[in-house]
């Protein structure tokens, strides 16, 4: 059986700090939406708490710049380009890859991880590239740009295949486990740590370099350079003195090590 307790961590953890949403902006401080994906990236302990690499690298950020950072967990990575767009918050921390479409909307911190951003996840055998999805049930998460990919995969073959968009990662992943999709995409960081946390269900993982590699980092509300500016000096810092690649070894071990 899928595990019970680790689907109600997930589903649930939106609803633990949903009253954060009804809280007044109180000046002087910055609020970050966090979209929590799955152990060791980020994801809910069992004893409440968010944790994770990415919680460990805000903290040592908060630490370091002095910023006052209130964080508030979302369903969806959809709902925070909405919530940042009509500004409602200012930051959002979810793994986030740089694209040109969104830097017409939003700012973009240092990038603090380069990674893939095409890591397959499935439990077909036959799936060994990115062009053996051409005729497959794939799942997305909403949000990125791998549907975009898909479709023009699809279209350049054509072959409608199915294409599917859930919300979070973990749904996606679920799908896959259960049997009902063949196959399901994102970024290395994100989506690895699945396949460690579900050892027993046999997913595969295939990294494909079709798209080169993948910038990873917070995305700002176009009205605050000056949160950038102060992220974008803490992290050149944490990246020159060697603290991010101490805390990628801390929870991926040598998965990321250059």
Not at 12 to 17: D, R, T
Request: charge should be negative.
């Amino acid at each position: 059986m899928f595990h019970s307790k680790k689907i109600l961590q997930v589903l649930s953890c939106a609803l633990l700090f949903s009253s954060l949403t009804a809280q007044a902006q109180t000046p002087g401080h910055y609020q970050m939406l966090r979209v929590l994906h799955v152990e060791p990236l980020s994801y809910m302990s069992d004893e409440g708490k968010i944790a994770g690499f990415e919680s460990d690298l805000i903290a040592e950020i908060k630490k370091r710049s002095g910023l006052d950072i209130r964080e508030e967990v979302i369903g969806s990575i959809s709902q925070g380009f909405d919530s940042l767009q009509a500004g409602k918050a200012d930051v959002m921390a979810a793994a986030l890859s740089i694209t040109a479409e969104r830097e017409k909307i939003f700012l973009y911190s240092e990038p603090y991880f380069i990674g893939s951003p095409l890591t397959i996840v499935t439990k077909d055998e036959s799936i060994k590239t990115w062009q053996d999805l051409k005729d497959k049930t794939v799942m997305v998460q909403g949000g990125f740009t791998h549907e975009k990919w898909l479709k023009e995969l699809k279209a350049e073959h054509d072959n409608d295949g199915s294409i599917k968009s859930v919300p979070t990662s973990f749904l996606a992943v679920k799908d896959v486990i259960r049997g009902k999709a063949d196959a399901t995409i994102n970024d290395d960081i994100i989506i690895l740590g699945y396949v460690n946390t579900y050892k027993e269900y046999n997913l595969k993982s295939v990294i494909d370099n079709t798209f080169g590699q993948d910038r990873i980092a917070f995305l700002i509300n176009k009205n605050h350079p000056e949160l950038k500016e102060k992220m974008d000096k803490t992290i050149k810092e944490m990246k020159a003195d060697g603290t991010i690649d101490a805390l990628l070894k801390k929870w991926w071990g040598d998965l990321f090590v250059k």
